[in-house]
C-alpha cells in the first residue's frame, strides 16, 4: 500500500511539468487537421478573387456582399437582396433535413431489430448493413444512377410487374437527391442506435407494461428516450454531411436540385472558379451546423444538470 | 404468535399450469391456491420453476395449458398491461429517464387517474416506504435499499390485487436484506393486498410467509406454513432444502395412523412420524442437527465415533461417523456447560421426541 503510494506520487513528480509536452501530439493534430484549414477557409472569404483561381491577399467583403446581395450584371444598382444562394441553402436544409427523417424511419426499425436478435446473428446483421459500404461512395452513387434511370433495372421490373404503364422518370429529380442521400448515409443512422439499442435494458419494456403501457406507450414513454441519444447522434451523423453532399446531387440530380455542397466544390473546380466565394459560402454553412451543435450541447448539459 | 382469522377466499387458483419451452417443461402441471390477503412464497432452487410460475401470473410467459384465475377470473389470455397485477422485478428495473415520483405515478397515470389523484397516492406510497424526501431524485442517485423501496412503492401504488415479488432482496446486502424482511411484511399486513413472493433463500421464505410452497423440478413438493414445512417435510428434497437435515437410511417394519416403526442404522428401533403413506422396507429419516443430543455411548440410539467439528461461533457443528460408515451432522451450542467431545471419542446420539420423521421419497 505505502509503496503504491509512493510510486503514485513519485509519477505524479515525473510528469510535473511535462503535461505540456504529453498533450502536444494531440494539438498538433488539432492545430494542423482542424484549426488551420478553419483559419484558412475564414482568411480566404475575406480575400479578393483571382480570375483562374486562387486569391489576391487583399481585404474584400465582396464574397459575403455576392451571397447575399444583387448588385446588377455590372455591380452599379442598388442592392437587393440576392436570392439564388439562400435558396440553394434552404433547399440543401430541406434535403438534409428529409434524408436524416428517412434515415431515422428506416433506421431505427432495422437497428432495433438487429438489437433484439441474438447476440450471434447481429454480427452477421451488421456485416450485411456495413459490407455495401466498402464501396467507393461515388461508384455506388453511379450504380444507382444506372439503377434508376428511365431504361433501368428498378423500371424493367416494375414495367414487368405491370404496376407501372410507363417508366417513372427518376434522374434529375428531387426524389433521386432524397434517394441518394438516404442511400448514402442510412448506416450512419443505424449504427449509432443500435449501440443504444443493443444496451436497452428489457426489463423496462415489462415493468412498463407491468404497468399498464400498451405497446405504443412503452415505445413513446421508455423505449425512446432510451435511444435517445443514439438517436441524436445518428441524426447528426447524417444531417451533417448531407447538407454538404455533392456527389448525390451532382449525379443524380440537374440544376433544379443544385445543393450546397455543389455550390462550394464548383467554386474549386477547374478555372472558372472563386475561392473567397467558396470559402465565404463554407463559413456559412460551418456556421449553421455549428449553431445546430452548440445548440443541441447545451440542451444536453442542461438536461444532465436536472 | 399473534392470532389471526385466515380468511380463505382464494385470490389466485393456479390450475394444472404447465408450461413448455420446447421439448423441456419448466411447470408441469402446477395446481395451487393463493388465499386473499397471504404473504405466498414460492421457494426452490434455481431452475425450479417458480420464476417462470410468476411470470406465467404477470403474463410475461403465455402458459402451455392450464388456466390462472384471479378472484375467479381466468387471466391467462391476458397481456401484461390488461392484468390487476405489479411487479417488483430483481434488477428494480426503474426508468431512469424518471424522477422516483414519476416512476411511481406510471402505473396510475396509464389507468387514467387524474394528475391531482396520481400525485396524492404518490406521496402516500413513498411515505409508506419512507422515501418523501426523495421524490425529485432520479433512480441513479439512491442506494440499492432505496432503489429497491421505489420499485415496491411503483408497484404498490396502483393498488393491485395481487403483487408479485420476483426475488426483490437478492441485490441487498445481508444486514439490509435482514431489516428490509421485517418492513416488507409490515407493509403486506399494512396494505392487506396478496403477496407472491419468489426466493431461493429458505431464511427468508421462513421468516416472512405465511405460506410456502417448496418447488422443484416444475412441480411443487409441499405447501405448508414455515412450521409445517420445516418440521414436518413431506420428502427428501423438502427436508434436504429447508434448513439442514440428516437424512438416515432405515427399514421400515410398518406404518400405522401416520406413525412408523423402523429400524435404525446399528440395530435399535424407532417409532416416528411419517409423512404421507409410507410403504415399508427401506426408507429415510430425516432428523435436524439441533435436535440430537450426545451422549455416553452405552446405551443411546445411534452411536458412532467424533469424526470432526467446526465451530461456528454460536454453536458447534458435530461430525459423528456411524458404525455403517453414514456420517450424521449435529449441532451443539456454544456453551460453557457443554463440553465437546475430541476427536476420535466413541459417542451416542440421543433424539429429542419427535425429532426423527419418516419421508416419502
Not at chain 1, 441519444?229 to 448531407?242: K, M, Q, R, T, Y
Not at chain 2, 390488461?82 to 396509464?110: E, K
Amino acid at each position: 500500500m505505502a509503496g503504491g503510494m509512493a510510486s503514485a506520487s513519485n509519477s505524479a513528480g515525473i510528469y510535473k511539468g511535462r503535461a505540456g509536452l504529453l498533450i502536444l501530439p494531440s494539438w498538433l493534430v488539432i492545430g494542423f487537421f482542424l484549426l488551420l484549414p478553419v483559419c484558412m477557409m475564414l482568411i480566404y472569404s475575406f480575400l479578393t478573387k483571382e480570375f483562374r483561381g486562387g486569391v489576391i491577399w487583399e481585404f474584400s467583403l465582396a464574397a459575403y456582399d455576392q451571397f447575399f446581395f444583387n448588385r446588377g450584371l455590372f455591380g452599379d444598382e442598388p442592392p437587393k437582396i440576392e436570392w439564388t444562394y439562400i435558396t440553394i441553402f434552404w433547399r440543401s436544409l430541406w434535403q438534409a433535413g428529409l434524408a436524416t427523417a428517412f434515415c431515422l424511419v428506416i433506421g431505427f426499425p432495422t437497428a432495433w431489430f438487429i438489437a433484439t436478435r441474438v447476440p450471434r446473428h447481429r454480427t452477421v446483421w451488421l456485416l450485411l448493413i456495413t459490407i455495401p459500404y466498402w464501396v467507393n461512395l461515388l461508384i455506388r452513387t453511379v450504380s444507382m444512377k444506372f439503377l434508376i434511370r428511365d431504361t433501368g433495372p428498378l423500371n424493367e421490373f416494375l414495367l414487368w410487374l405491370g404496376m407501372i404503364g410507363e417508366p417513372i422518370h427518376l434522374i434529375n429529380t428531387n426524389l433521386a437527391v432524397q434517394l441518394g442521400l438516404f442511400y448514402s448515409y442510412l448506416p450512419f443512422m443505424v449504427l449509432p442506435i443500435y449501440a443504444s439499442a443493443e444496451r436497452y435494458n428489457f426489463a423496462l419494456s415489462e415493468a412498463a407494461a407491468d404497468l399498464y403501457a400498451g405497446r405504443w406507450t412503452i415505445l413513446r414513454l421508455i423505449i425512446l428516450p432510451a435511444v435517445k441519444p443514439g438517436i441524436i447522434a445518428g441524426s447528426i451523423l447524417v444531417f451533417v454531411p448531407s447538407l454538404g453532399a455533392f456527389l448525390a446531387p451532382d449525379l443524380l440530380g440537374g440544376a433544379k436540385t443544385f445543393m450546397i455542397g455543389s455550390l462550394i466544390e464548383e467554386q474549386f473546380k477547374g478555372n472558372a472558379g472563386n475561392w473567397p466565394f467558396g470559402a465565404a459560402v463554407s463559413m456559412i454553412l460551418l456556421s449553421i451546423v455549428m449553431t445546430v451543435l452548440i445548440f443541441y450541447a447545451r440542451n444536453q448539459t442542461r438536461r444532465e444538470a436536472l | 404468535m399473534l392470532q389471526r382469522t385466515q380468511d380463505t377466499t382464494v385470490a389466485v387458483d393456479i390450475d394444472r399450469v404447465t408450461k413448455n419451452y420446447g421439448a423441456f417443461t419448466a411447470l408441469s402441471g402446477v395446481s395451487l391456491d393463493i388465499r386473499d390477503n397471504e404473504f405466498f412464497t414460492l421457494l426452490g432452487p434455481s431452475g425450479c420453476g417458480k420464476t417462470t410460475l410468476l411470470r406465467s401470473i404477470a403474463g410475461f410467459e403465455e402458459i402451455s395449458d392450464g388456466a390462472i384465475r384471479l378472484y375467479g377470473d381466468d387471466i391467462a389470455g391476458l397481456p401484461p398491461h390488461q392484468r390487476p397485477v405489479n411487479t417488483v422485478f430483481q434488477q428494480y428495473a426503474l426508468f431512469p429517464h424518471m424522477t422516483v415520483a414519476q416512476n411511481v405515478m406510471f402505473g396510475l397515470l396509464r389507468l387514467r387517474k387524474s394528475d391531482s389523484e396520481a400525485q396524492t397516492r404518490c406521496a402516500e406510497v413513498l411515505e409508506l416506504v419512507q422515501l418523501s424526501p426523495f421524490a425529485q431524485r432520479y433512480p441513479n442517485q439512491l442506494s440499492g435499499g432505496q432503489q429497491q423501496r421505489v420499485a415496491l412503492a411503483r408497484a404498490l401504488a396502483p393498488k393491485p390485487k395481487l403483487l408479485l415479488l420476483d426475488e426483490p432482496l437478492s441485490a441487498l446486502d445481508l444486514k439490509l436484506r435482514q431489516a428490509v424482511r421485517v418492513e416488507l411484511k409490515q407493509i403486506q399486513k399494512e396494505t392487506g393486498i396478496t403477496f407472491i413472493f419468489v426466493t431461493h433463500d429458505q431464511e427468508e421464505a421462513l421468516t416472512m410467509s405465511d405460506r410456502i410452497a417448496v418447488m422443484s423440478a416444475g412441480e411443487v413438493q409441499q405447501v405448508g406454513t414455515p412450521r409445517d414445512v420445516y418440521e414436518a417435510p413431506r420428502n427428501r428434497f423438502v427436508a434436504d432444502f429447508i434448513g439442514e437435515t440428516n437424512l438416515l437410511d432405515v427399514s421400515v417394519t410398518s406404518v400405522a395412523d401416520g406413525q412408523a416403526l423402523c429400524v435404525l442404522p446399528g440395530g435399535r428401533e424407532i417409532i416416528c412420524p411419517a409423512a404421507a403413506v409410507v410403504d415399508p422396507g427401506p426408507g429415510h429419516l430425516s432428523v435436524r442437527p439441533e435436535r440430537m443430543t450426545l451422549t455416553a455411548p452405552a446405551d443411546a440410539l445411534l452411536s458412532g465415533r467424533v469424526e470432526n467439528h467446526v465451530y461456528l461461533g454460536t454453536d458447534m457443528q458435530v461430525m459423528v461417523r456411524l458404525e455403517d460408515n453414514e456420517v450424521l451432522t449435529l449441532r451443539v451450542q456454544n456453551s460453557d456447560a457443554v463440553s465437546v467431545p475430541d476427536i476420535g471419542t466413541q459417542v451416542g446420539i440421543a433424539l429429542e421426541a419427535g425429532a426423527a420423521r419418516l419421508l416419502a421419497d
